[in-house]
């Protein structure tokens, strides 16, 4: 017996009600390790060892290869320049870092030679780079870590994330901004405050498979980083957790999920799981009852 439309309809809702419990699994990174992110809890497991200190920015590529920058400090057990900035590729199942290649010499246009680093793809497979301190984003090569100027964002952003082909970042100031930048003239409109508890020291930031914007908080005063979902209309963090990590290690920087392919963009509104799920599954309790009586009328007919 085939189901009918009401039966398709509650089983459509149930299955989306079980969705809305589950919650992605997202990377980051600390000053030397990579973790695995639960997001529905905010609990990380530390996956291993990167290889490289003070890995600043992490992105997902279009075919999934973790990418990372790594911000002015020495490959362990090399005896490269402590200046010397990298972009690596990261094997999300160990945590090693593997060099691409040492990114152009851009120390020295940063205090204390840290440039502080945010890194996101977007989804035509164009890898994007900001530096904090200097307000400066650039297109950086993949493959050969070579570097393409674009301009100057005007923002001391931390955090970038790629959504289509829009990209975003947030900024590090005592009042933290969402802000969209634009890849052309890399020119960075504020969308609005956080309001997630004042200045940050670090921000990782990123996009999930549906939509929404996340983003890890590295407080100024030693406390435990943050995770809080962000909305992309106000700028307003919500949802906002401590995470937990090894004692007096801040996280840096958040990756979630690979670009989807470049099309047309539908933005998801921030959804709390825990009410959202068992409306949906009383809605399609409702569905089931009314498709039960429509077909007992019919068949009294």
Not at 49 to 71: C, Q, W
Not at 180 to 194: F, N, Q
Request: hydrophobic share 45%; with cysteine.
């Amino acid at each position: 017996m085939r189901p009918s439309p009401a039966q398709w309809f509650a089983t459509v809702l149930y299955l989306f009600a079980g969705v809305a419990l589950a919650e992605p699994l997202g990377y980051a990174s600390g000053f030397r390790d990579l973790y695995r992110i639960d997001l529905a809890n905010a609990q990380s497991t530390s996956i291993g060892r990167i290889g490289f200190n003070d890995i600043e920015g992490l992105a997902l590529s279009p075919n999934g290869t973790l990418y990372a920058a790594v911000d002015g400090t020495t490959q362990i057990g090399s005896s490269t320049s402590a200046t010397t900035d990298f972009l690596i590729r990261i094997n999300p199942s160990s945590g090693v870092g593997s060099l691409v290649a040492q990114l152009p010499n851009l120390q020295g246009r940063g205090p204390n030679e840290q440039l502080d680093y945010g890194l996101a793809f977007t989804c035509d497979g164009r890898l994007w780079m900001s530096a904090e301190t200097t307000a400066e984003l650039w297109e950086v090569n993949p493959a050969t870590a070579e570097l393409r100027l674009v301009g100057n964002t005007g923002a001391s952003l931390s955090g970038l994330a790629g959504r289509g082909t829009d990209l975003y970042g947030v900024s590090v100031d005592p009042n933290p901004r969402l802000f969209r930048i634009d890849t052309t003239t890399a020119a960075a409109t504020a969308i609005g405050p956080l309001n997630a508890g004042g200045h940050v020291l670090n921000v990782g930031l990123d996009f999930d498979a549906a939509g929404r914007l996340w983003a890890t908080l590295d407080p100024v005063a030693v406390a435990p980083s943050r995770l809080a979902q962000i909305n992309l209309v106000s700028g307003l963090a919500s949802e906002i957790k401590n995470l937990s990590s090894e004692p007096g290690i801040g996280i840096k920087a958040l990756a979630i999920a690979a670009p989807e392919p470049c099309g047309p963009v539908v933005q998801v509104p921030i959804m709390v799981p825990g009410p959202t799920a068992p409306l949906l599954m009383l809605l399609a309790g409702i569905a089931g009852l009314f498709g039960g009586r429509r077909l007992r009328q019919r068949a009294r007919a």
